[in-house]
T-cell receptor, first 114, second 112 residues
Framework: ETGVTQTPRHLVMGMTNKKSLKCEQH?????MYWYKQSAKKPLELMFV???????ENNSVPSRFSPECPNSSHLFLHLHTLQPEDSALYLC?????????????FGPGTRLTVL | GENVEQHPSTLSVQEGDSAVIKCTYS??????FPWYKQELGKGPQLIID?????GEKKDQRIAVTLNKTAKHFSLHITETQPEDSAVYFC???????????FGTGTRLTIIP
């Protein structure tokens, strides 16, 4: 595997379900990101992790819970979601804290909440 | 915080012609400006970026220009080809900050 991978690629869940999205980067990077991409809106940054520490939570509702066990893996735990949470969830990684570095994106998980 | 505006939202160009997409930003501290291309079913991929110490950068058929005084930057694609059809996003950040603020995207269609 190379680059940034995300599983599953598609997910349909009910509002009472609990599910998790997984992201893995094979680039030796130290920063990882979760973005939400909805139609006709800019990419919305949700969370940033640097060296496994959360450095940004962009006022994300608590029904989204991130986890970063190491610099290569990032999870997004989902529970009691709403239909408006349906979107493409993108994971990205970059070399580290300083910013200004290229962010490498995964292919995304297309989430549908019924 | 930073605000990035991108225009146009859709653009159709005859194959072989040039395409120009423009972005403006609000935070004068921003000094890194990448452009991403997103094809159907894929995540965004960086195609070119520019830092505030240069005014123009070119990579084959793609070029980016930056006007720091006016706080705007543009993507230029020359000799467009069908494979250039995609959604393009501009972004801006302060080099000391890992956050990128994205524009709303431009759907570029190349007409054969």
């Amino acid at each position: 595997e190379t680059g940034v991978t995300q599983t599953p690629r598609h997910l349909v869940m009910g509002m009472t379900n609990k599910k998790s999205l997984k992201c893995e980067q094979h680039l030796g990077h130290n920063a990882m990101y979760w973005y939400k991409q909805s139609a006709k809106k800019p990419l919305e940054l949700m969370f940033v992790y640097n060296f496994k520490e959360q450095t940004e939570n962009n006022s994300v509702p608590s029904r989204f819970s991130p986890e970063c066990p190491n610099s290569s893996h990032l999870f997004l735990h989902l529970h009691t979601l709403q239909p408006e949470d349906s979107a493409l969830y993108l994971c990205a990684s970059s070399p580290g804290l300083a910013g200004g570095h290229e962010q490498f994106f995964g292919p995304g998980t297309r989430l549908t909440v019924l | 915080g930073e605000n990035v505006e991108q225009h146009p939202s859709t653009l159709s160009v005859q194959e072989g012609d040039s395409a120009v997409i423009k972005c403006t930003y609000s935070d004068s501290a921003s000094n890194y400006f990448p452009w991403y291309k997103q094809e159907l079913g894929k995540g965004p991929q960086l195609i070119i970026d520019i830092r505030s110490n240069v005014g123009e950068k070119k990579d084959q058929r793609i070029a980016v220009t930056l006007n720091k005084t006016a706080k705007h930057f543009s993507l230029h694609i020359t000799e467009t080809q069908p494979e250039d059809s995609a959604v393009y996003f501009c972004a801006a950040s302060d080099f000391g900050n890992e956050k990128l603020t994205f524009g709303t995207g431009t759907r570029l269609t190349i007409i054969p």
